[in-house]
């Protein structure tokens, strides 16, 4: 699909330009947009340092396995046909605990074993059961508790208000996520859905299952536990006392409306005060803090290498498309069709990219707010996009993939609608809160 939009964008370009008169401009942004894109990778290496530093001290002070103990019950009766210790069920919960601490390393392994384990239950191979299709449906909604590489995208870029996306994309990727739990629900048992119409079961033809790549390291990383000593609490309640002590009267004394005084604190406060949780529950779990944080930070190096050719190719592409005049036709066209819905055209290309292509999306986000400002209405509705939804039919082709699905049933539709409904609602929180 990339290379489509890759084509489009340049072959565009260079048609609208030649028509236009504009090719001196098509090939100023070309040489500008490339430089553009590695000067922003290499700014992101400080941000991403940052977020990979504290989130090494997450997992190292074992808070994968708590969430996923919270996550237990909730699991157990959202998938009522899977005993509750099968191994898929112990999978799908890590899978989620992981990905909403942003672990993807994690994540995707255990998303992987879950599957297969959800396969030993199925009775008709190449068939999605209802349990998978809901399982795929939750993993695309986006469930990640803080968007922080889009956070570090942000402020990378020079927002004043970096961390002002945490709590709308929270409530958009909430909304996804219930859309997909209702969805899958109310599809599953629809007669065209019926597991019965489909044929394509063959007793012994199913292939052996590939060892999962990084699911030892994932399993690892889940078994770590870290106990909190009497004396390192006591001093974590004494500092949290104290933060508390000043967060009381700076509400006091605050001006402006309920919403108003909220949403500085989300601006303001969010970042070091998660940051301070980060450091607190690490040192109450006898985590050795600094050693952890620095181990993470290396890997944003490696980070910044990798999104490098992504970056180059979007940002280069989009950035001849608009010089040549072609954007602007573009988004003349569509404007009365997303302003029915209070979508700015420019926010488009992000809301059509973001189902099909992680880095794409990042990419098409990145150029998107530098080019009107992250802290503009379409760069805070691009990046509360970024960080509520998921690249669904990457996640589906892998996932069903890994089992030989075939027939996939509901899914697509119930993923769809997660897909649907996120996208609304971040383009209706960007309004409410920043419009």
Known sequence: ??????????????????????????????????????????????????????????????????????????MRRLFPSVPGDHPAM????????????????????????????????????????????????????????????????????????????????????????????????????????????????????????????????AEQLASEIATAGRGRTAVTAVVWLAVAAALIPYVRNASGTSFEIARALMSDWLLPVLMLAIVTVGFARKVKVYESFIAGAKEAFQIAVTIIPFLLAIIVGIGMFRASGAMGVLTDAIAPITGLIGMPAEALPMALIRPLSGSGAFAVMTETMRTFGPDSLIGYMVSIMNGSTETTFYVLAVYFGAVQVRAARHTVAACLCADAVGLGGSVLLARIFFG
């Open 1 to 74: 699909m990339l290379n489509w939009v890759f084509l489009i964008l340049v072959g565009g370009a260079v048609i609208t330009g030649a028509f236009n008169g504009t090719m001196k401009q098509v090939t100023d942004a070309s040489l500008s947009s490339a430089k553009t894109a590695v000067e922003l990778a290499i700014g992101l290496i400080g941000q991403m340092g940052l977020w990979l530093g504290f989130m090494r001290v997450l997992q190292d002070a074992g808070m994968m396995r708590s969430l996923s103990r919270l996550l237990a019950p909730v």
């Open 90 to 217: 112990g999978a799908m919960i890590m899978n989620l605990a992981a990905n909403m601490l942003g672990l993807g390393n994690a994540a995707t392994p255990f998303g992987l074993k879950a599957m297969v384990e959800l396969d030993k239950l199925n009775p008709r191979k190449g068939v999605a059961t209802n349990a998978m299709a809901l399982f795929l449906a939750i993993n695309t909604s986006g469930v990640a508790v803080l968007p922080l590489g889009v956070i570090a995208v942000r402020a990378a870029l020079g927002s004043s208000d970096a961390a002002g996306i945490a709590v709308p994309s929270i409530l958009a990727t909430a909304m996804g996520t219930l859309a997909a739990i209702v969805a899958i629900k109310l599809l599953e048992n629809r007669r065209v859905f019926a597991v019965e119409r489909y044929e394509l079961a063959s007793e012994g033809t199913a292939a052996a299952p590939q060892p999962i790549k990084g699911l030892e390291q």
